[in-house]
């Protein structure tokens, strides 16, 4: 199989195709900084590093560039607020991001461009546009003339009268046409910056990444990603900018968009004061179940934060690291594909990024590991032998691509932020016993819907229910009489 992925622009599943399979070319919107980062800002960094990674291990060059927006309003008025400079409030929490997006696993992109040493590229960009009829000035401002470029709207599809009804809340007297939108504006002497030939101003928003990926990447690349929410205007007045400017037909062949990262229901924002940051949630999680509840949804589909759920993949990666822990002896032997799988976790995530089946597919492995009456798989309905050797190797290479299950399993169960397996808890919607020993009323529930999964043939759920118990200390012992238990 070959690398499939959903394109905003056609609203299709298309097979990718770079413009140059020597030197593939991705550019991510990265957050605007200004204090720690929350959990859904997150999701984009960690959703494109997989494709990153997978990306890595087909082509021989990835460039991959992820900006960080540190010239913003709301940055100018944090930093009066704090009584800090421009310079150190956005050097201190873009620090503090780069850092917590290292500690959720994310490879370090091939280049990190911040706006600000990119102001140079925004004005001449600007001028451009001026040159070519797409761009006016008018008091102070510099202005993108909408009308200028027939198919605006292509990405977003929007109707005319839709971005008109938009713009219209802040309609600016010096605006030629309601839709038009700023490249370029004024700043008053307390206010940051530049010199240009539209007096001392600042750049808008949308410039900043068509002047980044175009110096970085060039006038067109392969794959431009980020939220749904940068859909419009963001992305769309990107695009107007660099074909404008470049006079191509295309400023990026694939357009990539994360669904939101939901609390309660709701999108998790910095303006609706509904978000949790990365930076405290790394206090209380391993990072790495950080990470896998960020995949355990499709990147486009909408995810759910709940604790319960970074318990669910905390206890998740325990019976990951447990497949692990027992390998530890057995020499890796490589192996592409084993004979019982049909795919891989590389091949689950060409389909367009298909992570829960990836997920899904790790914890069959673990499967084989753990139960090593499992270790004779059928192929075509006959035996064969898989190599304890081999699950190793597909383990630990699965992983990888993913993000996950890359330290010593070890250095993962003393985590002191890993604490007990909670799942059964959960399950028993008691949380707040988190700690707590398990009981023998939970025991022996959990036997109840042990028994369930195996009358309905379940083995995997039963044997998942069996695991975590052992983890818990809990050792069940089946017999002809049923199922009994004791601790450990
Ligand atoms: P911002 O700093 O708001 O520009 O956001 C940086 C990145 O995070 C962008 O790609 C946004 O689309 C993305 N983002 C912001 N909030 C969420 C959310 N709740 N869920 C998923 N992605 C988000
Ligand atoms: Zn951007």
Request: hydrophobic content about 40%; proline content about 6%; some cysteine.
């Amino acid at each position: 199989m070959s690398l499939v992925i959903y394109n905003t622009l056609s609203r299709e599943k298309e097979p990718f195709v770079p413009l140059d399979p020597a030197h593939v070319r991705l550019y991510v919107c990265g957050p605007t900084v200004y204090d720690y980062v929350h959990i859904g800002n997150a999701r984009p960094v960690v959703a494109f590093d997989v494709l990153y990674r997978l990306l890595k291990r087909r082509y021989p060059r990835v460039t991959y560039v992820r900006n960080i927006t540190d010239i913003d309003d709301k940055i100018m008025a944090r930093a009066t607020e704090c009584g800090e400079s421009i310079d150190a409030l956005t050097k201190r929490t873009g620090d503090a991001y780069q850092s917590d997006m290292r500690r959720l696993g994310a490879l370090a992109p091939d280049h990190e461009p911040r706006a600000t040493e990119y102001v140079g590229q925004m004005i001449e960009l600007i001028q451009q546009l001026i040159a070519k009829g797409h761009a006016y000035a008018a008091d102070g401002h510099v202005l993108f003339s909408v009308p200028s470029m027939p198919d605006y709207g292509r990405l977003s599809r929007k109707p005319r009268d839709e971005l008109i009804a938009g713009a219209r809340v802040e309609v600016a007297p010096y605006k030629k046409d309601p839709a038009d939108f700023v490249l370029w504006k004024p700043s008053a002497a307390t206010q940051a910056g530049w010199p240009s030939p539209w007096g001392r101003g600042r750049p808008g928003w949308h410039i900043e990444c068509s002047a980044m990926s175009g110096a970085l990447l060039g006038e067109t690349f392969d794959i431009h990603g980020g939220g749904l929410d940068l859909i419009f205007p963001h992305h769309e007045n990107e695009i107007a900018q660099s074909r404008s400017a470049f006079g191509h037909a295309t400023m990026a062949k694939y357009w990539m968009h994360n669904g939101f990262l939901n609390i309660s229901g709701e999108k998790m924002s910095k303006s609706l004061g509904n978000f949790l940051t990365v930076h405290e949630l790394l206090d209380q999680y391993p990072a790495e179940a950080i990470r896998l509840l960020l995949l355990s949804a499709h990147y486009r589909q909408p995810l759910d934060f709940t604790h319960e759920g970074l318990q669910q993949a905390r206890a998740t990666l325990d019976r990951l690291y447990r497949a692990v822990a027992s390998l530890k002896d057995v020499a890796a032997e490589p192996v592409e594909q084993l004979r019982i799988e049909q795919g891989t976790v590389e091949t689950d995530l060409e389909d367009d990024l298909n992570t829960p089946l990836a997920i899904a597919r790790l914890h069959a492995l673990a499967d084989y590991v753990l139960n090593p009456t499992k270790l004779v798989g059928y192929d075509d309905r006959k035996p064969v032998e898989i190599r304890p050797g081999q699950l190793k190797s597909r383990l630990l290479a699965s992983g990888y691509t993913l993000g996950v299950l890359q330290q010593d399993p070890d250095v993962w169960f003393k985590d002191p932020r890993r604490a007990v397996s909670v799942s059964i808890h959960e399950r028993l919607n008691a949380t707040d016993t988190l700690d707590a020993q398990v009981s023998d009323l939970e025991i022996e529930a959990e036997i109840a819907k042990r028994n369930e999964a195996r009358e309905a043939k379940n083995f995997a759920e039963a044997d998942r229910i069996r695991d975590e118990l052992k983890a818990q200390g809990v050792i069940l012992e089946d017999g002809p009489k049923g199922t009994t238990w004791k601790r450990g």
